[in-house]
């Protein structure tokens, strides 16, 4: 079993430094889990202190049912890859990814078979008996991988392994780490900055911000059911459009004020909206910019500021009450930069958060 249980996690630096304030979280058995936020927020602080590199200031690690809090990294049963992934220069593939075995003294024989047959999962078979320097970018990433293969490890930490690899190998190696995942059956722990890895790759994401957690969940619920404005905001790109919106009671219905446009609330937006005290009150209106529609009887008009052609999409940028949005849309539309343009929001896709907790309400 290779679940791991993080409890009330602290990590204060010697200079005083709060890089991570009571982290908690249960990993199961084969999960992909991702850490996620900006720079700083302490993704790597926390992977770190799992692969026993960093002391845990307070609280409990476990992997399994063991508490990890004072065991040497080395007996943690745990494979880092980080990345710089030096290799060693003047080995060959097949001893960079033998070393460590060898190290730990495992006969001939086994680590033989451990080599042979992570090159097989990682197609580096044919590749065994050539030196780093006469290998791809993707290819030397895939031998830092078998390094931590052939250990068979219950865990994988990994820390932006893909970060020096051009865009094109980083979609490829993306891939591979996938499947890996899904032969191996390994759990995994990955940190990323990049949106697109942590959505493909993870089962669960956790978001992190100044060393807090902001939420943990699928990729496919953090996107659809942001907890917090940061949340809304951090995923996806383009970000979501996030508008002030003052809140009136209008006949039977709720509507969202901005500026001289009126709109009407869906039914449980509305209910949770009037439930909530937020009748009269001002609010944050967020909005991704596929769910603003440009369309010829939109009841919603601007002036198209900047267009931009990204082949199969095209997205328009405008102002909206003094805020510029942004809209994802069709390549045929026939919107062009300075065009007036009418469109609508989909309320059914709108996230209303409360502008002082900035704290999800519907
Ligand atoms: P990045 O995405 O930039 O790698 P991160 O989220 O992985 O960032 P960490 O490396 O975990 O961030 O660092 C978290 C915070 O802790 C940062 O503000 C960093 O400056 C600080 N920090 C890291 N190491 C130390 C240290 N040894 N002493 C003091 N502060 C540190």
């Known amino acids: 079993m290779a679940s791991l249980s993080l409890q009330h996690i602290n990590k204060t630096y010697p200079n ?3 890089a991570v304030k009571d982290f908690n979280l249960e990993i199961e058995d084969k999960e992909f889990i991702i850490f996620v936020g900006p720079s700083g927020c302490g993704k790597s602080t926390t992977l770190r202190m799992v692969a026993g590199l960093e002391e845990i200031t307070s609280g409990t690690l476990k992997i399994g049912d063991k508490v990890m809090n004072d065991v040497e990294p080395k007996d943690r049963d745990i494979a880092m ?19 460590g075995l060898k190290l730990r003294k495992v006969p001939k024989d086994q680590i033989d078979k451990a080599v042979r047959e992570a090159a097989r999962i990682l197609d580096l078979e044919k590749l065994l008996d050539r030196k780093p320097k006469a290998l791809s970018g993707g290819q030397r990433q895939r031998v830092a991988m078998g390094r931590a293969i052939v250990r068979n490890p219950k865990v994988f930490l990994m820390d932006e392994p893909l970060s020096n690899l051009d865009a094109k ?26 949106q697109t890895e942590a959505m493909t790759l993870g089962t669960r994401i956790v978001v992190m911000k100044d060393g807090v957690v902001q939420q943990v ?39 969202a004020v901005i500026g001289k446009d ?25 909005i991704r910019p596929e769910d603003v529609a440009d369309k010829a009887d939109g009841s919603m008009s601007s002036t198209v500021k900047v267009y931009e052609l ?4 095209v997205f328009l940028y405008f102002d909206v009450n003094g805020t510029q949005i942004t809209a994802r849309v069709d390549p045929g539309t026939k919107a062009k930069t300075g065009d007036p343009v009418k469109f609508d929001f989909n309320m059914e896709k709108t996230h ?3 502008k002082d907790t900035e704290l999800v309400i519907t």
């Open 352 to 354: 209303f958060f409360d």
């Open 16 to 18: 005083g430094f709060e």
């Open 81 to 99: 890859v980080f990345q710089n992934y030096a290799l060693y220069p003047h080995m060959t593939v097949y001893d960079n990814m033998a070393f």
């Open 262 to 286: 009126e709109l009407v609330v869906p039914a449980a937006k509305a209910k949770a909206l009037k439930d909530g005290g937020y009748v009269g009150k001002t609010v944050v209106m967020g």
């Open 310 to 313: 990204l082949g199969a999409e």
């Open 169 to 194: 190998l980083r979609v490829q190696m993306r891939i591979e780490i996938s499947k890996i995942h899904q032969r191996l059956g390994a759990t995994i722990i990955y940190v990323t900055h990049d």
């Open 217 to 255: 969940d699928t990729p496919q619920n953090l996107y659809q059911k942001p907890g917090n404005l940061f949340v809304a905001g951090f995923m996806g790109s383009p970000q979501m459009n996030f508008l002030d919106a003052e809140i009136k009671e209008k006949g039977s219905d709720i509507v």
